[in-house]
């Protein structure tokens, strides 16, 4: 059983910058893939970024693409979400996700079904 627990969202201006971080717990050394996922309001859960490993290359939605980095840390048991230039479409409750997979490939690596293990969510709002 792997646990994971977010934290780091909150209210910001659009242009601002955050960052979310997501700790994992129990069999948190366990192999597999950590990702950032989102559900804004009406809206159905959708990909943010993926990293199969701590070092590796990371996958992220071409919503994303420049605006955020995905760093792991398997010392700490911890994956951030470092992201920039927020704009209020970016408003949404942002979910950490673990797979007991690890996939190189970013189809798999975007997909919510990959995973396994998912964490209760902190909300990021962003005002215009």
């Known amino acids: 059983q792997v646990l994971l627990a977010e934290s780091g969202g909150g209210l910001v201006q659009a242009g601002d910058s955050l960052s979310l971080s997501c700790t994992a717990s129990?069999?948190?050394?366990?192999?597999?893939?950590m990702a950032w996922f989102r559900q804004a309001p009406g809206k159905e859960r959708e990909f943010v970024a993926s990293?199969?490993?701590?070092?590796?290359?990371?996958y992220y939605a071409d919503s994303m693409k420049g605006r955020c980095t995905i760093v792991r840390d398997n010392a700490k048991n911890t994956v951030t979400l470092q992201m920039k230039r927020l704009e209020p479409e970016d408003t949404a409750v942002y979910y950490c996700a673990k797979s007991r997979t690890i996939y190189y490939e970013s189809q798999l690596a975007s997909r919510d079904q990959s995973y396994f293990y998912w964490g209760q969510g902190t909300r990021v709002t962003v005002s215009s």
């Open positions: 990293i199969p490993e701590a070092g590796s290359t990371a």
């Open positions: 129990g069999r948190a050394s366990s192999a597999g893939s």
